[in-house]
C-alpha cells in the first residue's frame, strides 16, 4: 500500500479526518486513510498498549461476529495483510503459524470445515487439511489444519503507529465527549470507538464479552490450538507468542470486570491443561482481561451528523476485531470518498 503525504503537489493541505478510538480498528482504519492522502488525526481515551486489542490473543479467526457473509469478506482481505506483513515478523508482529482448530463436541469428522458458513475462509488458508490422528492432541477426536496468522499485538500496535506517523497521521491522548466535538474542524469522523459507542453514539446494543487469559512460560508448544464451541462461555486455546503462551479462555456476555479472577484462571489452565499436560507445571507470567465490544452486528456504515459533517461508524466487532481490521479499514476508506463526494 503506497503511502501518500497529506497535502497537494500544489501545496494544498488536504481534508482532515478525525478518527475516535486508538485500539486495532481505529488505527488500521487511520492508517488506510492517511495513505490515501488524508490528513487523519486520531483521538483516543486510552493508549493503544492499554486497549483490549493489546490484550487480544492474535488468533486471526472469524469468531463471534455477525454479519457472517461480511465478517467473511472483511476476514479475507486481513488474511491477506497480515500474510504480507508476516515476512517481517519482527517489526509487524504477524506471523503465519500453524495450528488446528478442534471440530465442536459431538460434530462428526467433515463438519465445520469448507462445508459450513466458513468455507471462503477455510479455502484461503494456506495448507487446510483434516488434521491426522498422530497430529490431534489427547482428548481432541478431530479438527482441521492450516496456517493462519497469530499475530503478537503488542508489536503490531506499535507498527500501526509508526506506519501511521509515516504518513503523516498523529495521534492525540484524550477523551472524546461527543462525536460532534470529534468532528469539530473535520470533513469526516470515523468511529471507531469499540465499546465506548455505548455513551458516545449513545448505542444501547454495545455490550462487552469478558474474556480472560493465562500467560504462561512456554514448555514448548509451537503450534495453535482451538477447541470452541459456538457460543460458549468458556473455551480453550493455547497460543504461542514470542512473550509466552497464551492460554485462554472466557466469553462472558455483560460482564464489565476487569480484573483476573483467581478461579477463572486456574479453570482456564486445566481445560488447556487437558490437551497439552505440560502447561499444567509452566510458571504464570501474567494475567489479563479484556472486554470485547460486541453487538448483533457490526456496525460499518455512514451517516450524517446534525451539523452535516460525515460519521462513518465502525465498532461492534466482538471476538474479531483483529481478524477483520483490515477489510474493515478498507470499508471506511469507500465510505468516506462515497460520501464526501456525494
Known amino acids: 500500500m503506497a503511502q501518500q503525504r497529506s497535502s497537494g503537489a500544489d501545496g494544498s493541505v488536504a481534508p482532515e479526518i478525525c478518527v475516535v478510538g486508538g485500539g486495532v480498528i481505529g488505527l488500521s482504519s487511520a492508517v488506510v486513510l492517511a495513505e490515501a492522502g488524508y490528513r487523519v488525526r486520531v483521538v483516543a481515551r486510552d493508549a493503544a498498549a492499554d486497549t483490549t486489542s493489546a490484550v487480544a490473543g492474535g488468533l486471526c479467526w472469524p469468531y463471534r461476529i455477525q454479519p457472517y457473509d461480511d465478517a467473511i469478506r472483511w476476514s479475507l482481505r486481513s488474511l491477506e495483510v497480515f500474510t504480507d506483513l508476516a515476512g517481517a515478523p519482527a517489526e509487524t508482529g504477524s506471523r503465519l503459524v500453524a495450528g488446528i482448530m478442534a471440530d465442536e463436541p459431538g460434530a462428526p469428522a467433515g463438519d465445520n470445515g469448507p462445508e459450513d458458513g466458513l468455507g471462503d475462509w477455510y479455502a484461503a488458508l494456506p495448507g487446510l487439511r483434516r488434521a491426522r490422528a498422530e497430529e490431534l492432541p489427547p482428548g481432541c477426536g478431530s479438527g482441521w489444519r492450516a496456517h493462519a496468522p497469530l499475530v503478537e499485538m503488542?508489536?503490531?500496535?506499535?507498527?500501526?503507529?509508526?506506519?501511521?506517523?509515516?504518513?503523516?497521521?498523529?495521534?492525540?491522548?484524550?477523551?472524546?465527549?461527543?462525536?460532534?466535538?470529534?468532528?469539530?474542524?473535520?470533513?469526516?469522523?470515523?468511529?471507531?470507538?469499540?465499546?465506548?459507542?455505548?455513551?458516545?453514539?449513545?448505542?444501547?446494543?454495545?455490550?462487552?464479552?469478558?474474556?480472560?487469559?493465562?500467560?504462561?512460560?512456554?514448555?514448548?508448544?509451537?503450534?495453535?490450538?482451538?477447541?470452541?464451541?459456538?457460543?460458549a462461555v468458556e473455551t480453550a486455546y493455547v497460543l504461542p507468542q514470542p512473550f509466552g503462551l497464551v492460554l485462554g479462555g472466557t466469553a462472558r456476555e455483560g460482564a464489565w470486570s476487569r480484573e483476573p479472577d483467581p478461579a477463572v484462571a486456574e479453570a482456564i489452565v486445566a481445560r488447556c491443561a487437558r490437551y497439552f499436560p505440560e502447561v499444567a507445571r509452566a510458571r504464570v507470567l501474567a494475567h489479563r482481561v479484556g472486554l470485547r465490544p460486541a453487538r448483533p452486528t457490526v456496525r460499518l456504515a455512514a451517516e450524517r451528523l446534525p451539523d452535516g459533517t460525515v460519521c462513518v461508524h465502525n465498532y461492534g466487532h466482538g471476538g474479531a476485531g483483529v481478524t477483520v481490521s483490515w477489510g474493515c479499514a478498507d470499508e471506511v476508506l469507500r465510505l468516506v470518498r462515497a460520501e464526501v463526494a456525494g
Do not use: H, K, M
Open 154 to 231: 503488542p508489536v503490531f500496535l506499535r507498527y500501526l503507529e509508526r506506519r501511521l506517523a509515516a504518513a503523516g497521521g498523529t495521534v492525540q491522548a484524550r477523551p472524546v465527549a461527543s462525536l460532534a466535538e470529534a468532528a469539530e474542524g473535520a470533513l469526516a469522523v470515523v468511529n471507531c470507538s469499540g465499546l465506548g459507542a455505548r455513551e458516545l453514539v449513545p448505542d444501547p446494543g454495545v455490550q462487552p464479552v469478558q474474556g480472560q487469559l493465562v500467560i504462561v512460560e512456554n514448555p514448548g508448544v509451537r503450534e495453535w490450538f482451538t477447541a470452541a464451541e459456538a457460543g
